[in-house]
């Protein structure tokens, strides 16, 4: 039987790409590699002890999205790698330098996300979101992954907060979604910050503005770094944000692009700042700023320390990318949104000592004594736990002397010990750490005791699973 054509050339093509794939690693090989003990270079783990900061991060950023009307969107870590390559720009450091991309068993030619934007945008087509009530605000969050020369606050893996809305080119967009990562940085306890802002045109006005650009700067060529001469050609904006000192230079005295800007983009930006100036935000244009992602159009800002201490790198980026849709191939769709650094926050709330989440604290403490009191703790155990009673314990020890050490190292208010005589009866102690006041109650009743006790003594007690200081 013949092959269906569009088979065989998929068949062919996979051939091909096999066929130019370095050949695979076999496992035996792998195997006798030594054992690394370590992450990957750029790669962190983190920590219990880093958790609270990380929970902190998740129920602000969390919180602000469900008062400001942002659902929540999660894609793949992984997609097809033209997705990336297309839609950030050829020319970017992203996807010149630091896309992790491999060609899967089946021939696709995939990478992991470098950013979040392109991967939303795809799931904004695949799944028709233009139909819902414009704009359609999404917040997403989760892992990205560069090949970049690991620094302080530059990893291969690192986290990012996206908050986006679709469907609406009003500047006040514009102003509530820097608004909103301004209120971000407030409620995680980052006082002082510094809003960039720039508009970098669209298409049209860019044009005349690139063109400009292009000959200033090769009037300079000679005396540009050699990542310059080449962006020179390929990406001339992201001379101007070069940190190299010589390439600094040449750009504070180049063509600046808000003077270059069309009618229609001049009032968008002079619109954004009247809003911004009405909300009293702390920002400051700056001419310079030109992203480091293809797509943008209009606004871009950057959000920064405005401490000279911690200044790791921007805390968050974003811009609008209107024309992002359309040329992947959806509906005209203006956008804007942002990306926050989750590692570069966290070491900012950490240099400026901001409150990170702390969990309730148990005030109960469950205690057993002997064989048939150890496996009647396990169900007693969950018991309260069923009922929203947050306990510790420490079911290996046997010896009563040292668990009532932990509880006393816990604080615990309460500990309640069952022995092999109460588990025997079906009666629980209740022990008064503060006093030691001690009193039998049935282990039926036990639960609602508890609650009572609870309720008088001031005890943290959940509702739902969400903790209550009640
Ligand atoms: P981005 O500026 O490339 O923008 O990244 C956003 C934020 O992620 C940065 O401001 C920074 O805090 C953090 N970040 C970036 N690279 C690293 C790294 N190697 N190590 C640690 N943190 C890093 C974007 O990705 C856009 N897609 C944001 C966006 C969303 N624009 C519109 N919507």
């Given at each position: 039987m013949l092959m269906p054509k569009k088979k065989l050339l998929r068949e062919k093509s996979v051939k091909a790409i096999k066929k130019?794939?370095?050949?695979?690693?076999?496992?035996?090989?792998?195997?006798?590699?030594?054992?690394?003990?370590?992450?990957?270079?750029?790669?962190?783990?983190?920590?219990?002890?880093?958790?609270?900061?990380?929970?902190?991060?998740?129920?602000?950023s969390e919180r602000l999205a469900r008062d400001y009307g942002f659902l929540r969107l999660d894609v793949p870590i992984m997609e097809y790698a033209n997705l990336f390559v297309r839609n950030i720009g050829e020319g970017t450091d992203i996807v010149e330098k630091e896309m992790y991309t491999f060609i899967t068993r089946g021939g696709d030619k995939v990478a992991l996300r470098p950013e979040l934007t392109a991967g939303n945008c795809r799931s904004y087509i695949q799944h028709g979101m233009h139909t819902l009530s414009k704009p359609v605000k999404l917040f997403s969050t989760g892992p990205v992954y560069r090949y970049e020369r690991p620094q302080d606050g530059r990893y291969r893996e690192h986290h990012q907060v996206n908050f986006d809305a679709f469907g609406e080119q009003d500047p006040i967009l514009d102003a509530q979604i820097i608004q909103v990562a301004y209120r971000l940085v407030q409620l995680l306890g980052i006082k002082s910050v510094q809003i960039q802002v720039n508009s970098i045109g669209c298409p049209v006005c860019r044009k005349n503005y690139r063109d400009l650009l292009v000959s200033y700067l090769e009037s300079k060529k000679s005396k540009l770094c050699q990542d310059c001469k080449r962006r020179l050609t390929i990406n001339p904006l992201r001379v101007l944000d070069c940190k190299e000192d010589k390439c600094s230079q040449i750009a504070s005295i180049a063509p600046q692009s808000v003077d270059h800007l069309c009618d229609d983009c001049r009032s968008h930006f002079k619109i954004l700042l009247e809003y911004l100036d009405e909300l009293e935000l702390p920002y400051s244009i700056n001419p310079h700023l030109v992203r480091g992602l293809d797509y943008y159009t209009k606004t871009v800002f950057e959000v920064w320390s405005g401490e000279e201490a911690g200044k790791q790198g921007a805390l968050f980026g974003g811009g609008r990318y209107d024309r992002l849709i359309k040329s992947m191939g959806g509906e005209d769709t203006p956008a804007i949104g942002?990306?926050?650094?989750?590692?570069?926050?966290?070491?900012?709330?950490?240099?400026?000592?901001?409150k990170a989440y702390k969990p309730p604290r148990p005030r109960i403490f469950l205690a057993q004594l002997g064989i048939l009191a150890?496996?009647?703790?396990?169900?007693?155990?969950?018991?309260?736990?069923?009922?929203?009673?947050?306990?510790?314990e420490s079911f290996g020890r046997g010896s009563l002397k040292s668990q009532l050490k932990i509880a006393n190292r816990l604080g615990a208010e309460i500990t309640l010990i069952l022995g092999q005589k109460e588990a025997l009866d079906g009666t629980v102690?209740?022990?008064?750490?503060?006093?030691?006041?001690?009193?039998?109650?049935?282990?039926?009743?036990l639960v609602d005791i508890i609650k009572k006790k609870l309720k008088t003594d001031n005890v943290v007690i959940y509702h739902n699973g969400e903790c209550d200081h009640s």
């Open positions: 130019n794939t370095p050949k695979k690693i076999k496992a035996e090989k792998i195997k006798e590699a030594p054992l690394l003990l370590q992450t990957l270079r750029g790669m962190k783990d983190v920590l219990p002890q880093d958790q609270p900061y990380w929970e902190q991060v998740r129920r602000v942002f990306g926050m650094g989750v590692e570069r926050i966290i070491v900012e709330m950490k240099r400026v000592q901001a150890k496996r009647k703790s396990l169900k007693l155990f969950t018991e309260l736990e069923k009922n929203g009673i947050l306990m510790a102690i209740i022990k008064n750490m503060a006093t030691g006041a001690q009193e039998t109650v049935d282990m039926e009743k």
